[in-house]
């Protein structure tokens, strides 16, 4: 297991059962928190995909823990096919559930090898100008 | 209480996130949020009332030779789910984006109107057991789960004998880590039975046809409450979605047309 994900698991033991927000990417990282879905933890948000020889994939701890989760079915199954819509429906449902909006921000983590435990994502065309890269 | 905790993940970590790493996660993301993942939702209530196929009504259509229906028929108990979901009152109709509320109506609607092909799974909320057992999927979270002796499989079909992911996990270490980030009573509300028990196919007229295994059925004939509903989810992709049932499409009971 690698040392980010050790210190997130030795964290949070006693927080099991709230939600996984990434915050912000500074190049260097993802500042991540975790606490109740239903309280605003940061003003900004960052949904990460994997790239990898030009596909694109979802990684399954984001599908079931990121606040905002499901993603995959909005794009797979809902037809949601562009990023700006991608953010307004996102946006949309936290104000209409809990009271808030974010800035989302979406980050494209390029990887060297196919990602583990990552789903492709194939209904999703990802405008390059919208995403900020990073290198895995 | 003390500050929510707080940390950095590089990109190395976002990008490989490990089998142990990706079923901590899974398990760690059970939460109560009503209406999305908690068992006692009016979705399942109105579930359990005709009319819903169930799960003795599913046993019953699998014993004749052939079982077919127009799409219509198959999906009318399901506009008492979309009404729920899209019609007045509905969460959908709190959004302040009228086109979004309409594009989400709409594509919500053709999950029943257009896909050829679905998965039938039976979700009890009330078959909870001590452990999970080796041979029985699991709800959780939108997900079916199983833990099997070497492997955990996320978003399991058991009909295709295909998952969303396999993670290689044994299952002693996959029950403690259940124990730790899904504790009781936690894991009762949240982790119950439910699989994929049957298809439903339909061919360019719309009219669909049920396949199941009889021998399978009648094999897990106590293994779910007869009451329990059975529920659709469009299998229009190679590999299932690892969430998918938290949308289910409700299936009518056809045992009386015909």
Redo the contacts between chains.
């Keep these: 297991?690698?040392?980010?994900?050790d210190?997130?698991?030795a964290?949070?033991?006693?927080?099991?059962?709230?939600?996984?927000g990434?915050d912000a990417n500074d190049g260097?990282?993802?500042?991540?928190?975790?606490?109740s879905?239903r309280r605003l933890?940061a003003d900004r948000e960052t949904i990460?995909f994997?790239g990898h020889a030009g596909r694109f994939y979802y990684?399954?701890?984001q599908?079931?823990?990121a606040i905002n989760?499901?993603v995959?079915?909005l794009t797979?199954?809902?037809?949601i096919r562009s990023l700006g819509e991608l953010r307004?429906?996102l946006n949309?449902?936290l104000?209409?559930?809990e009271g808030y909006r974010t800035e989302i921000r979406f980050v494209v983590?390029r990887?060297r090898t196919r990602?583990?435990?990552a789903?492709p994502m194939?209904g999703l065309e990802l405008d390059v100008d919208d995403l900020e890269e990073?290198?895995? | 209480m003390?500050a929510?905790?707080?940390?950095?993940?590089?990109?190395?970590?976002?990008?490989?996130?490990?089998?142990?790493?990706?079923l901590?996660?899974?398990?760690?993301?059970?939460?109560?949020?009503p209406g999305l993942y908690r068992m006692r939702t009016p979705w399942w209530e109105t579930l359990r009332n005709p009319p819903f196929l169930n799960w003795i009504a599913l046993l019953e259509l699998a014993q004749r030779s052939e079982v077919s229906a127009r799409r219509e028929d198959w999906f009318r108990a399901n506009e008492a789910l979309a009404g729920l979901a899209f019609g007045e009152g509905s969460?959908n109709e709190?959004?302040?984006?009228a086109d979004?509320k309409a594009l989400?109506r709409e594509?919500?609607l053709?999950?029943a109107r257009l896909p050829r092909a679905y998965s039938l799974a039976v979700i009890d909320v009330d078959a909870t057991d001590e452990a999970p057992l080796e041979e029985q999927s699991y709800y959780l979270?939108?997900?079916l789960l199983r833990f099997e002796a070497r492997r955990v499989r996320?978003g399991y079909d058991a009909c295709r004998d295909v998952a969303?992911?396999d993670?290689a996990v044994p299952r002693e270490r996959a029950l403690a880590e259940l124990g730790?980030?899904?504790?009781e009573p936690?894991r009762r509300r949240l982790c119950f039975r439910g699989e994929v028990m049957a298809r439903l196919e339909f061919d360019a007229e719309g009219l669909g046809r049920l396949r199941a295994d009889p021998a399978r059925l009648e094999r897990r004939l106590n293994d779910f409450s007869f009451g329990a509903p059975v529920v659709a989810a469009?299998d229009?992709?190679p590999?299932p979605?690892?969430?998918?049932w938290?949308?289910p499409l409700g299936v009518t009971d056809v045992r009386g047309l015909g």
């Design positions: 297991m690698s040392a980010g994900w210190d997130l698991f964290r949070l033991a006693p927080f099991a059962g709230g939600t996984l990434l260097d990282g993802i500042a991540w928190s975790v606490d879905f933890r990460v994997l990684p399954l701890w599908e079931f823990w989760n499901n995959l079915y797979e199954e809902m037809g307004r429906v949309s449902s104000e209409k559930e983590v990887c990602p583990p435990n789903v194939g990073v290198s895995a | 003390s929510p905790p707080r940390g950095r993940l590089d990109a190395a970590a976002l990008a490989r996130a490990d089998d142990l790493v990706t901590r996660t899974i398990l760690a993301s059970a939460d109560e949020f969460r709190q959004r302040r984006e979004l989400l594509r919500a053709d999950r979270m939108g997900s996320v969303a992911a993670l730790v980030w899904l504790a936690r469009p229009a992709l590999l979605l690892p969430i998918r938290t949308k």
